[in-house]
């Protein structure tokens, strides 16, 4: 596909506020669905070819994430009589803001640990060799902490409307994390 994925039109960010829709994004299987239609849309029928799950629980899973509002149809295509929908992501990033609206007007999610998912996503990758990664520690103040994530956030944005090519897909992720108790020299003038 060329040009920015996906092949529809999509809000950047959605905040989500009710307790339904955070449940809606806590199931491995619904994570999964909305990443792949985050390359483009997707019929249940392909989705559920794609996750190698029976149509049913693939449908049940598509009913409950447009019940939450996390996607939508974005068209329709007719086979044979018979009307099949294509759904899409509401948006491009959600954030989580249940008790916390300064964390979605900064573009943070705070609900879910993604650096737990990386983990577990990455062990087979580092096993054979191909799990590319940095981690660095640098003592820096609020602002700059703030500007540097404005800029993590830009770089994610980025990956997410690569065109989609080749075989497989690959995980990237980032982030900025205070860790207290950690050694520091003092400042040059104390």
Not at 179 to 185: C, E, Q, V
Request: net charge negative; glycine share 6%; no cysteine.
């Amino acid at each position: 596909m060329e040009g920015n994925a996906p092949d529809y039109e999509l809000d950047d960010l959605r905040v989500l506020t009710s307790p339904a829709q955070v449940r809606a994004l806590g199931n491995p299987l619904r994570n999964t669905i909305l990443g792949l239609l985050h390359e483009r849309a997707a019929s249940v029928t392909e989705l559920s070819r794609a996750v190698q799950r029976p149509k049913s629980t693939v449908a049940h899973h598509v009913k409950v994430l447009t019940e939450a509002g996390l996607v939508r149809v974005v068209r329709n295509r007719r086979i044979r009589a018979i009307d099949e929908a294509f759904y899409g992501r509401t948006a491009r990033t959600f954030t989580v803001a249940l008790d916390r609206p300064e964390d979605a007007a900064a573009g943070r999610p705070y609900d879910f640990n993604d650096f737990e998912v990386a983990a577990s996503e990455s062990g087979p990758a580092y096993a054979a060799g191909e799990l590319w990664g940095f981690i660095r520690h640098a003592r820096i103040d609020a602002r700059q902490k703030q500007e540097f994530w404005q800029r993590m956030k830009a770089l994610v944005d980025e990956f997410d409307t690569l065109p989609r090519h080749g075989d497989v897909v690959h995980g990237f992720a980032v982030g900025i994390y205070p860790i207290p108790g950690h050694p520091r020299l003092p400042d040059a003038d104390e």
